[in-house]
């Protein structure tokens, strides 16, 4: 699976968009960008996925860039609820024998301040 | 529809002793996976469980153990308890692994003392 590279931590304004940033630079084409968050002591939270084509939904957009070496998580009005820790996964897709598996890096703890 | 569901929530022992976590998935789902999450290491994958059979298995001794019964539910074990032992355990459900997300529970704390 490809790594990840995320920002160790990063502020953003209640009310204000946040965006999340992720590099992966040896993405495979079967492999696939997910992302989930972890309030303290609360187990991970499913956000959204995607393979090349942006995406939403009623919790974050997903952007990719057409390379697909990067991509952009945007939650568009934070909250102070949405102060957590945000991972950022690559992981293969059916046929592979790691389909089960999550990878976690260190994540991207965001502070969302009042 | 219910969530993850994790038991016990909390749970102290002893090192030397063994423990069993159990974890019973959402409804529908036949993939469960099992984690653990500690300061240093962060969030490690164990093992996935689909069908009553051991699919994935991560880099971890062998006193660390799970299975799956026919109604998806899952156990794991830890024997021969460690200090180190001592983390957050995760379980999380899914369709069937592969792409499909995964839904965490709320995790077992265990404390190894």
């Known amino acids: 699976d490809a790594k990840t590279t995320q920002p160790p931590s990063m502020d953003c304004a209640e009310g204000r968009a946040a965006n999340l940033p992720c590099n992966h630079s040896?993405?495979?084409?079967?492999?696939?960008v997910y992302w989930y968050r972890q309030i303290h002591s609360q187990g991970p939270q499913y956000i959204i996925h995607g393979l090349k084509n942006n995406e939403t939904n009623e919790m974050a957009s997903l952007i990719i860039t057409e390379d697909r070496k990067s991509s952009t998580l945007i939650l568009p009005h934070a909250t102070l609820r949405d102060t957590a820790v945000y991972y950022c996964?690559?992981?293969?897709?059916?046929?592979?024998?790691?389909?089960?598996?999550?990878?976690f890096g260190q994540g991207t703890t965001l502070q969302v301040k009042p | 529809k219910a969530g993850v569901t994790q038991t016990p929530r909390y749970l102290i022992k002893t090192r030397g002793q063994q423990v069993t976590l159990s974890c019973s998935p959402i409804s529908g789902h036949r993939s469960v996976s099992w984690y653990q999450q500690t300061p240093g290491q962060g969030l490690q994958f164990l093992f996935e469980y689909f069908s009553e059979t051991q699919r994935n298995k991560g880099n971890f001794p062998g006193r660390f153990s799970g299975r799956q019964f026919s109604n998806s539910r899952s156990e794991m074990n830890v024997s021969t308890l460690e200090l180190g032992d001592s983390a957050l355990y995760l379980c999380?459900?899914?369709?069937?692994?592969?792409?499909?997300?995964?839904?965490f529970g709320p995790g077992t704390r265990l404390t190894v003392t």
């Open positions: 040896t993405i495979s084409g079967n492999e696939y």
């Open positions: 999380a459900s899914s369709l069937d692994g592969g792409v499909y997300e995964q839904y």
């Open positions: 996964i690559v992981r293969v897709g059916p046929g592979s024998s790691n389909t089960g598996k999550l990878i």
